[in-house]
């Protein structure tokens, strides 16, 4: 079965950094859309960033500003996001997302994704 499982979580203090990562198994993904999402408390589940497996059409969003890289190890089968110069309001439950098979677009909704991980919280204090 298709597992997507996070890593790298935790606590850091405001201006920290945190490397996240999503080992995927249980297919092949290299016609999938790797996303990361996070959800805070009382809000939505929200789109990050997403990558090709292939490496390409990476994106981000806007409140990352350069804060975050996405990346992929494809000998790991892993995903990456690098957080940089971490904010309070970047506490959240990250999830790890992929599409079964990429149609050539961007994929900015949760819905359009169709495998998740468990989640990892990271929590950013002042």
């Known amino acids: 079965q298709v597992q997507l499982v996070e890593s790298g979580g935790g606590v850091v203090q405001v201006g920290g950094s945190l490397r996240l990562s999503c080992a995927a198994s249980g297919r092949t993904f290299s016609s999938s859309m790797m996303g990361w999402f996070r959800q805070a408390p009382g809000k939505e589940r929200e789109f990050v960033a997403h990558i090709l497996w292939s490496g390409g059409m990476i994106g981000y969003a806007s409140f990352v500003k350069g804060r975050f890289t996405i990346s992929r190890d494809n000998a790991k089968n892993t995903v990456y996001l690098q957080m940089d110069s971490l904010k309070p309001e970047d506490t959240a439950v990250y999830y790890c997302?992929?599409?079964?098979?990429?149609?050539?677009?961007?994929?900015?909704?949760?819905?359009?994704?169709?495998?998740w991980g468990q989640g990892i919280q990271v929590t950013v204090s002042s």
């Open positions: 997302a992929a599409t079964a098979i990429y149609y050539g677009r961007n994929y900015y909704a949760p819905n359009e994704y169709d495998y």
